[in-house]
């Protein structure tokens, strides 16, 4: 064995001895609550306390390798100190240049700016003016990344506004046009949505390339934190700026809708949008066509909002597809077919069907018997009784039984009837009442020289003439006759020509009081001759 030299044998004493200032690689030995205990290569450990430590001290185990600068020494006590953090920033500064990326973390706000922590070991100054913040902003509590802008006389001065932008120019130059990308949502706006790229990039989803849907709420369709997938359609990389098309990834269904939906095609869609001149139908993603009012009724325009509702389901043929300005024209009417084809297997004159009333109108009103098919009912078919107003006989969306009058298949109109529906009463009249019948009823209306009386029982309606009422003159009815009143009265005349027609009837009150006081009379002189 080859033995030292003495020079070689002062050198690693030297190297081994424990100095203030010495920088060594030991081993953890054991952690207190104050720090950690270090064994050296050198003889005798050192003791590192927490606040000297680069770590939380919960983050070190036993055995673990540290490096440390000796801090002071004791012989006497055997009790050594060291600092990893003046170890550490030590080498820091040794490797520290201008215009390097590094990662600080914010410890304290001062005059003008930061005080910041590399490695939580060497501390850095921060320009307020550099460093993204707003004066009332808080502290970011994780560590930054921020660029090297001096070393002058040991200070270190940083910039994370120069780091953000160099790390930002670089990121751009990941990316190109036509490239697919994946993001999460980050944010919804009326113009569109931001997704997150990366760390240091967003790209705007424009309302427009999110979907090829026209009518949609992008909350709807988008949600904040979701990953999406889309391709690069704009690179403005001087700016910073990307564009990302979602729906590009998919087909365009207008590319395929001649083969997907011919003319003359039935289908079901969903009302969207109803105007003045027609309603909108969804058929497919992307695909919207238009139904003119002149494709939605078959006869009379109508209401749209009382044929369809939006958000209903409804069927309709294809008329027209103009593939280049992306519009398809649809017929609502021709999907449910023309009402009046066929019609006379369904429908013929004398028949009494149900239908809905569909407008009242002062002459009479419009019955819907079907989806397309309306018929007419004039003012003097609406009852056996004389009607005043239609709108107080007649209410729309009433269920009524009307009777079929009349079919003009070559101008396409139905005549109904309300009153011949029903039996007339006024055959039950001509058979259960006569000339000289007393009668009771109530008081209607007034009408001209008189009052009218629906009678009680029949449904009725008989004549009282003015002159009828009292032996006494009277200028005004309504002074000794209130309408809703009761009254009693003789038939002084009665016609009926047949059931297809109405009866008139004439009654009197005079009539019948004076029935009333013969027989009082009668009664009384048939005493006189008894007491006699």
Do not use: C
Not at 14 to 34: H, P, Q, R, T
Not at 58 to 63: C, D, M, V
Not at 311 to 326: A, R, T
């Amino acid at each position: 064995m080859e033995e030292k030299s003495f020079e070689e044998y002062l050198q690693e004493e030297d190297f081994n001895e424990l100095k203030k200032g010495k920088v060594f690689e030991g081993n953890i030995a054991s952690i207190s609550g104050d720090g950690v205990w270090v064994a050296l290569p050198a003889t005798g450990d050192v003791f590192v306390k927490r606040e000297e430590l680069i770590k939380n001290i919960s983050e070190y185990k036993p055995g673990e390798s540290i490096t440390v600068t000796v801090t002071k020494t004791n012989d006497a006590e055997g009790m050594n100190d060291a600092s990893e953090k003046m170890a550490v920033a030590d080498k820091i500064r040794e490797e520290l240049k201008e215009e390097q990326i590094v990662k600080a973390k914010f410890v304290t706000r001062v005059k003008k700016g930061y005080i910041v922590t590399i490695q939580n070991a060497v501390r850095a100054f921060l320009p307020g003016s550099l460093s993204n913040l707003k004066p009332t902003d808080d502290m970011p509590k994780e560590e930054k990344k921020m660029k090297v802008i001096s070393l002058s006389r040991g200070r270190v001065v940083l910039s994370r506004r120069d780091a953000v932008e160099d790390i930002l120019k670089n990121a751009y130059e990941n990316f190109k046009e036509n490239m697919i990308v994946e993001g999460t949502v980050e944010s919804i706006k009326d113009f569109g949505a931001f997704i997150k790229l990366d760390e240091n990039v967003n790209a705007l989803v424009p309302r427009s390339e999110i979907t090829w849907e026209k009518n949609f709420e992008t909350e709807k369709v988008l949600k904040i934190g979701e990953k999406v997938k889309g391709v690069i359609i704009k690179l403005d990389k001087e700016n910073k700026k990307i564009s990302v098309s979602i729906k590009q990834l998919k087909d365009d269904p207008w590319n395929s809708i001649e083969e997907k939906y011919p003319v003359e095609t039935i289908l079901k869609g969903k009302v969207m949008k109803i105007f003045p001149f027609g309603f909108t139908v969804k058929i497919d993603t992307g695909i919207e066509g238009l139904v003119h009012e002149s494709e939605i009724f078959w006869n009379r325009k109508g209401k749209i909002s009382d044929v369809v509702s939006e958000g209903e389901n409804v069927e309709v043929k294809v008329l027209g597809i103009d593939k280049e300005k992306k519009r398809l024209s649809l017929s609502y009417r021709e999907a449910l077919g023309n009402p009046w084809e066929g019609i006379e297997e369904r429908y013929y004159e004398g028949n009494i069907v149900t239908g809905i009333v569909e407008k009242v109108l002062p002459n009479g009103a419009i019955i819907k018997l079907e989806e397309g098919l309306t018929g007419f009912v004039h003012v003097s078919e609406l009852s056996w009784n004389f009607i005043d107003n239609v709108e107080e006989a007649l209410k729309e969306e009433q269920k009524i039984k009307v009777k079929i009058l009349n079919i003009d298949n070559e101008s396409q109109r139905i005549k109904l009837s309300i009153k011949q529906a029903n039996e007339n009463p006024w055959k039950k009249v001509s058979e259960e009442l006569k000339e000289g019948d007393n009668i009771s009823g109530t008081v209607a209306r007034y009408a001209g020289s008189g009052a009218v009386i629906v009678l009680d029982g029949y449904e009725v309606e008989a004549f009282l003439p003015i002159k009828n009422v009292s032996k006494e003159k009277i200028n005004d009815l309504s002074e000794v006759m209130k309408i809703g009143d009761k009254t009693e009265a003789k038939i002084i005349k009665i016609e009926f020509e047949n059931e297809d027609k109405k009866g008139n009837m004439i009654i009197s009150i005079n009539a019948l009081n004076e029935e009333k006081e013969r027989a009082e009379l009668e009664e009384t002189l048939k005493k006189i001759n008894e007491e006699q």
